[in-house]
């Protein structure tokens, strides 16, 4: 009953991790989807929104709600001016070129965090900081529960957005056929700024809610080839793809960290990453798309 207990729980902690690593992955997935560009800063845009809400709830005070969504708020902004003043400018060159810019910007952002905040790990107070639930001996922190909670919310939110709004049936036709939604009338490019905007917004949420598990620090970001993994063994364009990978990764890493010697967990991601490029390059839930010429 014990050892049963003890899977339970590396189960749920894996969970938890790995939805962190989906809700990056879906970020990775949503710019692709749209712009065909794969966004190599990512993670450090996670890790620039867990600095955020380090300094909007511990050091101005706001409460943490507040702050959780002035910080999804602020990222969104960070993320539409990113795309419209920046990467706006590489449209038209070499995949390769704009892989460079992405790598370069991660490098830039993880500078521009150690200047500002420091190189020190940080972390803030939540409502769930120190609780636990304990059920029948499978003990539950609220923080990582917070993280499965939050995640079904986010996505659920997403959900609603893309399949009810006209603005989200939009950004999915322009990721589908852009010289098509550009003829309908749809703006293709603040389209992908929008894109831009929320995949910002959810590397943000992901920063927040890893917080209190991780801490905050500029190394951070890192997590985000982790997440790279995640969204490849998803299926690279497919939205629950990255959510399952994120998991699947998660629960891998703490049964490796578990059950094998110290430091196989930290290359967990990659292997699962090999392995699947070696076995189904594809994705578990690829798509398959065909042109009819």
Do not use: H
């Amino acid at each position: 009953m014990l050892e049963t207990a003890r899977v339970i729980q590396i189960i749920l902690n894996g969970t938890a991790v790995g939805c962190i690593y989906g809700l990056v992955a879906l970020g990775f997935v949503l710019i692709y989807k749209t712009t065909e560009t794969v966004n190599f800063a990512q993670g450090d845009l996670m890790m620039l929104g867990g600095f955020l809400a380090f300094t909007l709830i511990a050091k101005v005070g706001l409460d943490y709600w507040l702050g959780f969504l002035l910080t999804i708020v602020f990222m969104a902004a960070f993320g539409y001016l990113l795309d419209a003043l920046v990467l706006r400018r590489v449209i038209g060159q070499p995949q390769f070129a704009v892989f460079m810019l992405t790598l370069g910007l991660g490098f830039i952002f993880r500078a521009a965090a150690g200047i500002v905040w420091g190189y020190d790990a940080v972390s803030f107070p939540t409502p769930f900081t120190g609780r636990v639930l304990d059920f029948g001996g499978i003990v539950v922190s609220a923080n990582n529960l917070s993280i499965l909670v939050g995640t079904v919310g986010l996505c659920a939110v997403l959900y609603l957005f893309f399949s009810r709004t006209r603005l989200g049936v939009a950004m999915q036709a322009s990721s589908q056929n852009q010289l098509a939604a550009y003829y309908m009338g749809i703006p293709v490019r603040t389209v992908f700024s929008l894109t831009w905007a929320i995949s910002a917004a959810v590397a943000a949420a992901a920063g927040v809610l890893l917080a209190p598990v991780a801490l905050v620090d500029v190394n951070m970001g890192f997590l985000g080839f982790k997440a790279f993994a995640a969204a490849v063994l998803g299926g690279f364009g497919s939205i629950p793809g990255a959510l399952i990978g994120g998991v699947v990764v998660g629960i891998v890493e703490q049964v490796a960290g578990y059950s094998l010697p110290a430091g196989f967990r930290d290359v967990t991601a990659n292997a699962v990453l090999l392995g699947v490029l070696v076995l189904r390059p594809q994705g578990i839930l690829s798509q398959t798309m065909r042109k009819k010429v």
